[in-house]
């Protein structure tokens, strides 16, 4: 597949560049290049990310973060099991158990929550830095919800990190959930006031929170573009009115003129009959005289 020249596979992490260093020169810089194509169409584009993952993956399969790599792109695309198995790759290669939380939900989304919890509740998320502990909690708490347990994915969420009045990276998205999970449990006022929370801390707009929120409030946001499209719509549908009465005007006209012809027309048949029968007459009348 192409790469742009200017992405040069110095842009990857040097963590990663040192493990490419164990490839001979040319094939790290091929490696890196594709890795590079992977994190950058990630989110705007899952399938080509996907697509160069494997490229990646079918030069270096023994790297670490190629494996990794090619766990994320399939992940976006929701290969779950195919994820699940490059991350296990990964973690087998590294010891890390930064992976944990991904590979928990990969277990979800093959239908699996009891797994997901089961591993919610494993020795290795005590391992697990802040930020993880916390993508592990919202992970346990979907896989609740996915059993129907909403009460219980309310308490999981439940948490210093949810309570905590400063604003972290994973703020935003623990208060949604929490809201999220609120709202599903009937309980809209709470709901309304941690969506407000959720708009507070989510600075880069990374939810829809505030549209959530407008939306208990009844407010109902209209699309410029679309407003835009419908207006011309109704007039491109005037325009053709006015052509359409403009034409049926002048075929209205059209056709009044050929009546007046035909009347004209008929009137001169007419007054040829009559000529003619006034001159046979005559000529009936000479023949009587003779």
């Known amino acids: 597949m192409p790469i742009p020249d200017d992405v040069t596979g110095h842009e990857i992490d040097k963590d990663v560049q040192q493990e490419l260093q164990s490839l ?44 990794e790599a090619a766990g994320f792109a399939a992940y976006a695309n929701q290969k ?11 973690r087998r290669m590294t010891g890390s158990v930064e992976l944990w939380p991904v590979m928990a939900d990969c277990e979800r989304g093959l239908g699996r929550p009891e797994k997901a919890l089961e591993m919610a509740g494993a020795p290795e998320v005590h391992k697990l830095d802040k930020a993880s502990q916390v993508e592990m909690r919202l992970v346990a708490a979907g896989a609740r919800r996915d059993m129907d347990q909403i009460d219980a994915a309310i308490v999981t969420l439940q948490s210093p990190e949810l309570a905590s009045n400063s604003v972290q990276p994973w703020t935003a998205r623990l208060r949604y959930a929490y809201a999220d999970a609120l709202l599903a449990a009937g309980r809209e006022d709470e709901a309304r006031e941690w969506f407000a929370k ?3 801390s989510d600075k880069d707009g990374s939810t829809d929170a505030s549209d959530r929120l407008a ?76």
């Not at 790290?28 to 990630?42: G, H």
């Open 24 to 67: 001979p020169k040319g094939l790290a810089e091929d490696v890196a290049r594709n890795l590079v194509m992977v994190a950058k169409l990630l989110d705007e584009d899952p399938e080509q990310a996907y697509a160069y993952s494997r490229i990646a993956l079918r030069l270096a399969s023994r790297v670490a973060a190629v494996r």
């Open 80 to 90: 779950y099991s195919e994820a699940l198995a490059e991350f296990r790759a990964a």
């Open 198 to 200: 959720v708009v507070e």
């Open 215 to 290: 939306e208990m409030d009844g407010v109902e946001f209209v699309d410029a573009l679309v407003e835009d499209d419908e207006d011309a719509d109704v007039e491109q549908v005037a325009r053709a009115e006015a052509v359409m009465d403009a034409k049926d005007t002048e075929d209205a006209e059209y056709t009044k003129d050929a009546e007046d012809v035909e009347d004209v027309e008929d009137v001169e048949d007419s007054e040829g009959v009559e000529v003619e029968s006034a001159g046979s007459h005559d000529a009936e009348s000479d023949d009587d005289k003779h």
